[in-house]
């Protein structure tokens, strides 16, 4: 049974910025403090949390990113996840939904969930805050 995790953000950020911190390699590694590779094309091949996560990136414009997720740990019978995320306009802000879809058990969606804010949203806020609205 395949399983989903749904969640938005509201990100200090316009969706040009958001995407920039999504998809340029340099930014990632300055807000993840890991290792990133992320070829912005699709096909490209995307890395993050020092080879942690792989896949491939499958959808790619100015308000949406689409790529495959396969931590690691997981073993090779399970299949990959999907991750989408769609950038909105919201003031001088972006909301941020993240869908991360097929992912193989409730552990993993629990690890997941809490992955997302802990190693993600929380430092790529933390970076934006700084970045965009250092006084």
Same mark, same amino acid.
């Not at 590779?37 to 499958?58: H, Q, T």
């Given at each position: 049974? #395949?399983?989903?995790?749904? +969640?938005?953000?509201? %990100? *200090?950020?316009?969706? @040009?910025?958001?995407?920039?911190?999504? @998809? /340029?390699?340099?930014?990632?590694?300055?807000?993840? !403090?890991?290792? @990133?590779?992320?070829?912005?094309? $699709?096909?490209?091949?995307?890395?993050? &949390?020092? !080879?942690?996560?792989? !896949?491939? $990136?499958? /959808?790619?414009?100015?308000?949406?990113? +689409?790529? +495959?997720?396969?931590? #690691?740990?997981?073993?090779?019978? $399970?299949?990959?996840?999907? $991750? #989408? =995320?769609?950038?909105?306009?919201?003031?001088?802000? +972006?909301?941020?939904?993240?869908?991360?879809?097929? %992912? *193989?058990?409730?552990?993993?969606?629990?690890?997941?969930?809490? !992955?997302?804010?802990? &190693? =993600?949203?929380? *430092?790529?806020?933390?970076?934006?805050?700084?970045?965009?609205?250092?006084?």
């Amino acid at each position: 049974m #395949a399983l989903t995790i749904k +969640t938005e953000k509201l %990100l *200090p950020a316009s969706p @040009t910025q958001v995407m920039q911190m999504l @998809t /340029e390699q340099a930014e990632i590694e300055k807000w993840s !403090g890991e290792e @990133t590779v992320f070829d912005a094309k $699709v096909g490209g091949k995307v890395s993050l &949390f020092g !080879g942690w996560m792989n !896949g491939e $990136v499958k /959808e790619i414009s100015d308000s949406k990113l +689409t790529y +495959t997720w396969r931590t #690691a740990e997981w073993l090779a019978d $399970v299949a990959d996840s999907i $991750v #989408a =995320f769609d950038l909105m306009k919201d003031g001088d802000q +972006t909301k941020l939904i993240l869908e991360h879809s097929n %992912l *193989p058990n409730e552990d993993e969606v629990k690890s997941h969930k809490q !992955g997302w804010e802990d &190693f =993600f949203f929380t *430092p790529l806020e933390d970076y934006l805050m700084v970045k965009y609205n250092a006084d």
